[in-house]
Nanobody
Framework: QVQLVESGGGLVQAGGSLRLSCAASGTIVRNSAMYWYRQVPGKQRELVAFISRDGVMNYADAAKGRFTISRGNTENSVYLQMNSLKPEDTGVYYC???????????????WGQGTQVTVSS
């Protein structure tokens, strides 16, 4: 059973910083990519950043220059360093990973439970 667990959310003033962490556990054959998404009430979940197995990173325009995604100490962990936070960054942040959990199943995307980030003005 694969689980993704996020941590690091909270309340911060505009201009402040937070670092989100995510770790995947369970039987994992291969980790293809890891992602951070944000969701606000009434809107679809939107991609904030991702990092591939080879270390290629990509960011949403709103995150460029302020957020940094990086792999953790283990292959199945990822961080999101968020600096210069704005009220519009508020939302529930979800970690996701494209994982191969057996040799006979295709890659599947697994999701964490989400962590709330609130940026006050």
């Amino acid at each position: 059973q694969v689980q993704l667990v996020e941590s690091g959310g909270g309340l911060v003033q505009a201009g402040g910083s937070l670092r989100l962490s995510c770790a995947a556990s369970g039987t994992i054959v291969r980790n293809s990519a890891m992602y951070w998404y944000r969701q606000v009430p009434g809107k679809q979940r939107e991609l904030v950043a991702f990092i591939s197995r080879d270390g290629v990173m990509n960011y949403a325009d709103a995150a460029k220059g302020r957020f940094t995604i990086s792999r953790g100490n283990t292959e199945n962990s990822v961080y999101l360093q968020m600096n210069s936070l704005k009220p519009e960054d508020t939302g529930v942040y979800y970690c996701a990973a494209d994982l191969l959990v057996t040799d006979w199943e295709p890659l599947q995307r697994y999701w964490g439970q989400g962590t709330q980030v609130t940026v006050s003005s």
